[in-house]
């Protein structure tokens, strides 16, 4: 007993400085390999506590989370929090930039605060490519019971985790990319971890339910949609929106959505239908939505979504837009923050491509492949260890050449700037990009090339503010964002494959004041490795 509350005492500590007002909740997750059977056939996949998909976290503005985390696996493991901004905390992010990964055998405890935040995210594995094996979960993220919220009270709400998945071992999905080849296409797609009417949604007649539907797959755009009902769009990553009616939902990899769904059609069972977007090759799997007092089975064949057609999908995305009048985290209205009249300081733009390397597949941002350094960036650069990675070893801008070569890239960026991104996506796939620690404006996106003048058609009143957006082949997508979080942010595609081989980079945001108004010190309980092992946190 005793021993544990010496254990716990620095984190509580931590904690404190984070908020003392603010509640604790407390979680513990076993991880461990076990058999699980998603496409009717026995696989090796990732169990918290036993569970696949994973337990939800359900939270509330400002809750500190504590989830003492036990890696049960032969090898290292790390969980990150996608969409989870972590202010002024990045040692806490999860990915290997940021946090050293949990030994076999050994625990380590994320503290974490939802600081400013609500909506709807999820946790995933962060390393090797534990992702296709599962440990994943959703995150559910309350608004404080006094400030406003522009629906009434949901009679229920579930979390709807889809995604593309093989049949193949993780493991022998790694060996394979290790070699520089690519992956064959999916196998299925799983909603809640099953496939083919596996995953149940019981509803009653005449209430209204709030589905929070997150991709938490590795490559594919998917079609959300349930047989005879409609949906209203009511938030996108942790912002309010205008509300729509709508009959699908495009999501991409990495992207969460708030959908509300009332059972106001004759009893019975209806299928949910999620398919792949923009695929030569269509893979569709459905479950159920259940009226509690059904007695007729799902019948006929589930309904069809959108395949190829992009520009469909752009005008969905476009019409997604901020309700400028609702309450986000805090009870002034979301529109109070006027983006649009905020000078920009800085154009990044930001080119994926891929390309051969020593004789293996590799993937670029900008020309260059990420390759991880020995020590996670954030550790070597608190501890100021030099040689680790260097400030700049990636352009603002796409080179002229298309060869690419291998880097640990850093972008640098000031504290407190306001920055347009542009991604530029000249291939013919969907992309989606993610960056850790913050949410962005969407300002615009559109097919073609990029050129200064696009800014003309920008949203510089109602973009939707989010931390993962998509960019269609051949197209580009900007994005404002405040860089008001001091850290080493991860910015990657969802595409995992493709980030697992280099597509991705590090934005480190920095103030030269080492202040805990602007960055908490490395957590007591932070795990050193590499070139800061044997470091005091």
Not at 205 to 211: A, S
Not at 335 to 356: C, E
Not at 463 to 492: E, F, H, K
Not at 502 to 520: A, K, M
Request: overall charge positive; charged content about 15%.
């Amino acid at each position: 007993m005793w021993q544990q509350l010496i254990i716990l005492l620095p984190i509580l500590c931590l904690a404190t400085i984070v908020n003392a007002e603010d509640p604790y909740k407390f979680f513990t997750w076993n991880i461990t390999y076990g058999d699980i059977y998603p496409l009717g056939v026995r696989q090796q996949g990732i169990l918290i506590n036993g569970q696949f998909p994973g337990p939800d976290i359900d939270a509330v503005t400002n809750d500190n989370i504590i989830v003492n985390v036990y890696n049960n696996l032969p090898e290292p493991f790390l969980l990150s929090w996608s969409g989870v901004q972590q202010r002024k905390n990045s040692f806490e992010d999860g990915v290997y930039g940021t946090t050293c990964p949990i030994p076999p055998g050994k625990n380590f405890t994320y503290v974490m605060q939802m600081k400013d935040q609500i909506g709807s995210f999820y946790y995933f594995p962060s390393l090797a490519f534990h992702k296709a094996a599962g440990g994943f979960g959703g995150i559910r993220i309350l608004s404080r019971p006094r400030i406003p919220v522009p629906f009434p009270e949901p009679d229920g709400d579930f979390t709807v985790l889809i995604g593309d998945w093989y049949k193949t071992n993780h493991n022998v999905l790694k060996s394979i990319l290790d070699q520089g080849k690519m992956l064959t296409f999916p196998d299925g797609i799983l909603i809640n971890g099953r496939a083919n009417n596996g995953a149940w949604f019981t509803m009653e007649p005449g209430k209204t339910y709030r589905l929070r539907i997150s991709n938490v797959g590795l490559r594919n755009s998917l079609n959300f949609r349930i047989q005879g009902h409609v949906m209203k769009l009511v938030e996108v990553e942790g912002t309010h929106t205008v509300q729509t009616t709508i009959s699908s939902l495009d999501v991409h990899v990495g992207q969460s959505y708030s959908v509300l769904v009332t059972a106001d059609q004759p009893a019975q069972d209806y299928y949910i239908a999620v398919s792949t977007r923009f695929t030569d090759q269509v893979l569709t799997t459905t479950a159920v939505l259940h009226y509690s007092n059904s007695r007729k089975p799902v019948s006929g064949p589930p309904p069809p979504g959108p395949t190829t057609d992009i520009q469909w999908s752009l005008n969905q995305a476009r019409s997604i837009r901020t309700n400028l009048t609702a309450s986000g985290p805090r009870p002034n209205p979301q529109g109070s923050y006027h983006y649009g009249q905020i000078t920009v300081s800085r154009t990044i733009r930001l080119a994926n491509s891929p390309g051969i390397v020593n004789g293996k597949q590799r993937y670029a941002v900008n020309g260059v492949s990420f390759v991880q350094a020995d020590t996670p960036l954030k550790l070597a650069d608190y501890y100021n260890i030099s040689g680790v990675f260097r400030v700049g070893s990636i352009s603002d801008s796409p080179p002229r050449g298309r060869g690419i070569r291998l880097d640990t890239s850093v972008m640098g960026a000031d504290y407190r700037t306001f920055v347009e991104i542009v991604f530029e996506n000249p291939e013919n796939i969907t992309q989606s990009w993610h960056l850790d620690g913050y949410s962005f404006f969407v300002v615009g996106m559109d097919g073609g090339s990029w050129t200064p003048s696009s800014r003309k058609q920008y949203n510089l009143v109602d973009a939707i503010s989010r931390c993962t957006t998509q960019v269609y082949p051949r197209s580009w997508t900007a994005i404002y964002v405040p860089l008001d979080n001091v850290g080493m942010w991860n910015l990657r595609t969802e595409y995992w494959a493709r980030q697992y081989l280099g597509q991705q980079l590090y934005l480190r945001v920095y103030t030269p004041v080492r202040s805990f108004r602007d960055e908490y010190a490395i957590p007591h309980n932070a795990l050193l490795c590499g070139r800061a092992d044997g470091k005091r946190s």
